[in-house]
């Protein structure tokens, strides 16, 4: 098992702990600190907008969150 730090999605509706993708690929970085620069980069402007971080959006920034990556061969 490899230990990474990955993205999660937060708001406060339905919609919340998702972890958020690059494509077809999570996003995963070695170091607290890489995740939260992608964060405040692609994400940042949510903490501007009174109107996304409101209800009906209840938008929240993404938050890094440490995560085991495990990776197995699948025998179908």
């Excluded at 999570?26 to 109107?51: C, H, M, N, Q, S």
């Excluded at 996304?52 to 938050?63: N, Q, S």
């Amino acid at each position: 098992m490899t230990v990474r730090w990955a993205i999660m999605w937060r708001s406060t509706s339905e919609l919340n702990g998702d972890f958020m993708w690059n494509g077809s690929t999570p996003y995963l970085f070695r170091t607290k600190r890489e995740a939260k620069a992608l964060i405040d980069e692609k994400w940042g402007y949510i903490k501007d907008r009174p109107d996304l971080r409101a209800e009906p959006h209840g938008w929240r920034l993404p938050v890094p969150v440490k995560v085991e990556v495990i990776i197995r061969e699948v025998t179908r």
